[in-house]
């Protein structure tokens, strides 16, 4: 999942709907790419505590990366794909028009 801004809600209230995995977790690795704000804007993501009671409800199933404001590395998408050969991806984007 890649966001910024606003555009990390959606993601928020899927992954708040899916159900966490037994451990050992059995299910897919979860992915949040998800800009971090610009100096004068509130990280509300985190300061409402949806990351964090995210990340404790997924476990470690969930890594969450947040590259500075501005363009999204390739070597962040590498780790966040970082799938084996064979392997099944979804890519979920929401982003502001540009």
Same mark, same amino acid.
């Given at each position: 999942?890649?966001?910024?801004?606003?555009?990390?809600?959606?993601?928020l209230?899927?992954?708040?709907?899916?159900? #966490? %995995?037994?451990?050992?977790?059995? @299910?897919? $690795? +979860?992915?949040?790419?998800h800009?971090? !704000? &610009?100096?004068?804007?509130?990280?509300?993501a985190?300061?409402?505590?949806?990351? #964090? %009671?995210?990340?404790?409800?997924? @476990?470690? $199933? +969930?890594?969450?990366?947040?590259?500075? !404001? &501005?363009?999204?590395?390739?070597?962040?998408?590498?780790?966040?794909?970082?799938?084996?050969?064979?392997?099944?991806?979804m890519?979920?984007?929401?982003?502001?028009?540009?």
């Amino acid at each position: 999942m890649v966001s910024t801004g606003t555009g990390v809600a959606p993601f928020l209230q899927l992954l708040s709907r899916m159900t #966490p %995995s037994p451990p050992p977790s059995s @299910g897919p $690795r +979860l992915d949040l790419v998800h800009l971090q !704000p &610009g100096p004068d804007r509130v990280d509300w993501a985190v300061s409402a505590g949806f990351i #964090p %009671s995210l990340q404790e409800k997924h @476990g470690e $199933r +969930l890594i969450v990366h947040r590259p500075a !404001p &501005g363009q999204i590395s390739a070597q962040t998408m590498r780790e966040a794909l970082g799938a084996t050969k064979g392997e099944k991806i979804m890519v979920l984007v929401c982003l502001p028009p540009l």
